[in-house]
């Protein structure tokens, strides 16, 4: 149950932001013209390892260490 409590959180997170980038964000591509999407483009992906690689990486070590803390723990 506790791993549950762990990882529930980032997934929710992850949820959350995949659907808003679906929804909101990828919609707006379309709204930039072809000399500026270059331009706009470099800037989002400027953004996203703030979003979204070290949020779900800090996600994804929390849920390790603790998968192997508990199994270290069972086999003693």
Request: charged content about 10%; aromatic content about 14%; proline content about 7%.
């Given at each position: ?22 929804v909101l964000e990828y919609p ?49």
């Open positions: 149950m506790l791993a549950l409590l762990v990882t529930l959180p980032f997934s929710l997170y992850m949820t959350g932001l995949i659907w808003s980038m679906q707006l591509f379309a709204l930039v013209g072809p000399k500026e999407f270059p331009a706009y483009h470099r800037r989002h992906k400027q953004t996203l390892p703030f979003l979204v690689i070290l949020p779900s990486g800090f996600g994804i070590i929390v849920s390790q260490c603790y998968s192997i803390f508990m199994c270290q723990r069972r086999h003693r």
